[in-house]
């Protein structure tokens, strides 16, 4: 059974910074890839960022490429997702999320286990 943790959220002003962190347990972090989606209320689940297992290829949803960077460190079982120049539209809660293979992908169906959510807002 995979435990996913993320951290990290909280409230920013419009072009600030935050850095989300996922720590995994239960599973070879190794051997999958990763994914953060985000969903605001109202709205329904959407990919934002994905990771192969290596990190070799990394996935960025449009309204967040040029901003946003995915990054993993496999020694220690975490997924990052560093985010910057942070708009109001980014308010979301943020899910990190294994793929049920290491091959980065950006449809949710292809990820079975995903975390608890942290928030994200971003004051104008």
């Known amino acids: 059974q995979v435990r996913l943790v993320e951290s990290g959220g909280g409230l920013v002003q419009a072009g600030g910074s935050l850095r989300l962190s996922c720590a995994a347990s239960g599973r070879t972090f190794s051997s999958y890839a990763m994914g953060w989606f985000r969903q605001a209320p109202g709205k329904e689940r959407e990919f934002v960022a994905a990771?192969?297992?290596?990190?070799?290829?990394?996935y960025y949803a449009d309204s967040v490429k040029g901003r946003f960077t995915i990054s993993r460190d496999n020694a220690k079982n975490t997924v990052y997702l560093q985010m910057n120049s942070l708009k109001p539209e980014d308010t979301a809660v943020y899910y990190c999320?294994?793929?049920?293979?290491?091959?980065?992908?950006?449809?949710?169906?292809?990820?079975?286990?995903w975390g608890q959510g942290t928030q994200v807002t971003v004051s104008s």
């Open positions: 990771i192969s297992w290596s990190g070799g290829i990394t």
């Open positions: 999320a294994t793929a049920q293979g290491g091959i980065a992908t950006t449809m949710p169906n292809e990820y079975d286990e």
